[in-house]
């Protein structure tokens, strides 16, 4: 079993910046991919960002440029810093963790971007 607890999320006006942190504890093997997703109401869950334990980064086209996914040293916290928020990326945003076969979701985490 893996746990995921996500937190950093909030209100920011447009143009603002957060930072997510997703800490995963219990039984983390080595090789995974810990990735960040987002859902907006009505719309479906959209990878936002990955990073695989070797370090190697991917990005959702709409956030190239404006987020950042990162990890610790200990490979066993995620973030994700957010920056030049819009509107449109207001979402609850989830944390993933993936080996193998294997995938846990964290409980999400409410980002609202306003006006």
């Known amino acids: 079993q893996v746990q995921l607890v996500e937190s950093g999320g909030g209100l920011v006006q447009a143009g603002g910046s957060l930072r997510l942190s997703c800490r995963a504890s219990?039984?983390?093997?080595?090789?995974?991919?810990m990735s960040w997703y987002r859902q907006a109401p009505g719309n479906q869950r959209d990878l936002v960002a990955a990073?695989?334990?070797?370090?190697?980064?991917d990005y959702a086209d709409s956030v190239k440029g404006r987020f950042t996914i990162s990890r610790d040293n200990a490979k066993t916290t995620v973030y994700l810093q957010m920056n030049s928020l819009k509107p449109e990326d207001t979402a609850v945003y989830y944390c993933?963790?993936?080996?193998?076969?294997?995938?846990?979701w964290g409980q999400g985490t409410q980002v609202t971007v306003s006006l």
């Open positions: 990073i695989t334990s070797g370090g190697a980064t």
């Open positions: 219990g039984n983390i093997l080595s090789i995974n991919v």
């Open positions: 993933y963790y993936k080996t193998g076969q294997v995938k846990y």
